[in-house]
């Protein structure tokens, strides 16, 4: 059975959430402005785009960047292939792409 606290055992895992609090800090502060998100559907969609907008920060990836492609992509992009849209993978497309030219 595995231990109830990982971070005895590996000195690597944060003993705080910090660092998703300050992620996070920019959306509390504008909460007043997402109550007009319309519907509850809205507001699913809003977190969907605040979590890639956060995936994106968080490996590394220009939100903006990431988005303009990502949106100009699709109507060409095969459905099987999606998962290198996801942030990390688009991230090391990008490389590689600068790197073959």
């Known amino acids: 059975m595995g231990r109830v606290h990982p971070f005895l055992d590996d000195g690597r895992i944060c003993l705080t959430n910090n ?10 502060v504008g909460r007043r402005n997402w109550i007009f998100a319309g519907s509850d559907a809205g507001g699913c969609r809003a977190a969907a ?3 890639l907008i956060e ?3 968080f490996n590394d990836v220009d939100p903006q960047a990431w988005l303009a492609d ?8 095969p459905a099987k292939q999606i998962d290198e849209l996801l942030p990390w993978n688009w991230k ?8 073959a030219a």
């Open 49 to 51: 785009v605040f979590t």
């Open 19 to 28: 660092a998703a609090e300050r992620a996070l800090r920019g959306i509390a």
């Open 70 to 77: 990502v949106l100009a992509r699709p109507p060409d992009h």
């Open 92 to 99: 090391a497309g990008q490389i590689a792409a600068t790197a």
């Open 55 to 57: 995936t994106c920060k």
